[in-house]
T-cell receptor, first 114, second 117 residues
Framework: NAGVTQTPKFRVLKTGQSMTLLCAQD?????MYWYRQDPGMGLRLIHY???????AKGEVPDGYNVSRLKKQNFLLGLESAAPSQTSVYFC?????????????FGSGTRLTVV | GESVGLHLPTLSVQEGDNSIINCAYS??????FIWYKQESGKGPQFIID?????DKRQGQRVTVLLNKTVKHLSLQIAATQPGDSAVYFC????????????????FGKGITLSVRP
């Protein structure tokens, strides 16, 4: 099993450009999450999904959109990138409620907005 | 508000010594706790977990202790090795019976463990 796969691994965007980050998991996990990680800020939840076709806002959702059209995929979109969105983005998934199983993380996407 | 915090941002230990990483949590309803390890350039990886009905749980070279009275969690690493150098996060979950908006972990900010040769 590949676990949680994130693509791309690195990306440089110009301010105002758009892009989509893809997260794919092959573990039949129900719950999926997008976090950003910045120095000194820890992991901050952007959006999450508790099942196919569902999404919910996390702690820092502004400037991002998500979609969960298929159970195995969770897409994070930046409609108009800003330098403040320079960060490392992590996707995670959980079989069911994370209270029972915790998360499995992807290896991250390093995004730089210039 | 609810938060999970770490007492120290960095910890430096001598190779071969034991390491103790501490974490405080404020949500008395927390039911499940996890320690993650994040090596440079990688995603966090599960180390060990513990439920609120336990005080201690042991893995390979790692032990997690839970003190619910003072809402304190600690990770002990025995005979610390260079490969243990990483950022360590504690995480907590509000309870196994919560669903929907509460179905997510709360993370501490992380502590860097540096192992001196």
């Amino acid at each position: 099993n590949a676990g949680v796969t994130q693509t791309p691994k690195f990306r440089v965007l110009k301010t105002g450009q758009s892009m989509t980050l893809l997260c794919a998991q092959d573990m039949n996990h129900e719950y999926m999450y997008w976090y950003r990680q910045d120095p000194g800020m820890g992991l901050r939840l952007i959006h999450y999904s508790v099942g196919e076709g569902t999404t919910a806002k996390g702690e820092v959702p502004d400037g991002y959109n998500v979609s969960r059209l298929k159970k195995q995929n969770f897409l994070l979109g930046l409609e108009s990138a800003a330098p403040s969105q320079t960060s490392v983005y992590f996707c995670a998934s959980s079989y069911y409620r994370p209270a029972n199983y915790g998360y499995t993380f992807g290896s991250g996407t390093r995004l730089t907005v210039v | 508000g609810e938060s999970v915090g770490l007492h120290l941002p960095t910890l430096s230990v001598q190779e071969g010594d034991n390491s103790i990483i501490n974490c405080a949590y404020s949500n008395s309803a927390s039911d499940y706790f996890i320690w993650y390890k994040q090596e440079s350039g990688k995603g966090p990886q599960f180390i060990i977990d513990i439920r609120s009905n336990m005080d201690k749980r042991q893995g390979q070279r790692v032990t997690v202790l839970l003190n619910k009275t003072v809402k304190h969690l600690s990770l002990q690493i025995a005979a610390t090795q260079p490969g243990d150098s990483a950022v360590y996060f504690c995480a907590e979950s509000p309870g196994r019976f919560n669903t929907g908006a509460n179905s997510k972990l709360t993370f501490g900010k992380g502590i860097t463990l540096s192992v001196r040769p």
